[in-house]
């Protein structure tokens, strides 16, 4: 049975869920939402490689997938970025969920949803009840502290306010709730208060918020591919990821096996969409992913 009492107790292992979006409900096809899980005692070791990277390019602005334009330094930090997540997710020390929503499909139920963040709120209890069941399930007693990007919880314009929007609220009484479930930890525990921060600052979360939006940015540009270059070649690192873990577990050579999740839905099962993949074509840059 899981239970939120004792959660401050050594025997509970302690993580934080840094989540952002990608994509506007009702107007683009796919609806994105992104999770990176660290384990806590881990955090200050995965800041320091993150600054490392910047103090090698004298880089040390916001780092936004949407803004990176050419190789320049951004691009060159987001790479280093990448390769060190490469690594820290196939150790064991960083999980990533994300979840692709196709609006389009038939059985997607847009009628479950009267307001926008509503659809928003539910998908992304949805995405954090998959990503806890998938790589903490083993786990015999959890607690969990959720850090959102702001931009992505407010997109909808000011008119869209703590008072209408109860994503705070909503979240914690959702995830608590599907605890329930067996494929939860059998002690579970989710932070009451979730932390709204925007992505533009210097610390420790906001690094760890910037390099969200740089996977979950590489995955939307799988699947909705532009022309530019630095963005499709950063694209094809986690495509390598991704096709790696389509693969049955032993041919699986990555080691990310139950440690990065990408899923669909209302489909469920990525590797079904997973196309062969397409070499980059010259001049373009595009990727083919569905």
Not at 89 to 102: E, L
Request: positive net charge; aromatic residues 10%.
């Amino acid at each position: 049975m899981n239970s939120n009492t004792h959660a401050g107790n050594l025997d509970y292992e302690h993580f934080i869920i840094y989540h952002d979006e990608s994509g506007i409900y009702k107007k683009d096809r796919f609806f994105l939402t992104g999770l990176l899980l660290i384990k806590s005692e881990k955090k200050a070791d995965i800041v320091h490689r993150l600054n490392k990277s910047r103090d090698e390019e004298n880089y040390h602005r916001e780092i936004h997938f949407t803004k990176i334009k050419g190789f320049l330094p951004k691009f060159h930090v987001a790479k280093n970025w990448l390769r060190s997540a490469e690594r820290l997710i196939a150790s064991g020390d960083m999980y990533f969920t994300c979840q692709i929503v196709d609006t389009h499909h038939r059985d997607f139920k847009h009628q479950h949803f009267s307001e926008r963040f509503h659809a928003y709120n539910r998908l992304t209890a949805m995405a954090v009840t998959s990503g806890i069941a998938w790589h903490l399930k083993h786990k015999t007693a959890v607690s969990l502290h959720m850090v959102s990007d702001e931009k992505s919880r407010r997109a909808e314009g000011a008119t869209i306010t703590l008072s209408t929007d109860n994503f705070e609220r909503y979240l914690p009484r959702r995830i608590q709730t599907d605890s329930s479930r067996a494929s939860f930890p059998q002690r579970f525990h989710f932070n009451r208060e979730v932390e709204i921060l925007p992505s533009n600052g210097a610390t420790p979360n906001h690094q760890l918020i910037q390099l969200t939006d740089v996977i979950l940015g590489c995955i939307n540009q799988c699947i909705n591919p532009s022309t530019n270059r630095a963005k499709s070649a950063l694209a094809e690192i986690v495509l390598c990821w991704i096709d790696d873990i389509c693969k049955k577990p032993w041919e699986q050579t990555n080691g990310m096996h139950r440690k990065l999740n990408v899923f669909m839905f209302p489909f469920g099962d990525l590797a079904r969409h997973l196309l062969l993949r397409e070499h980059v074509e010259s001049g373009r840059g595009q990727l083919s992913f569905f």
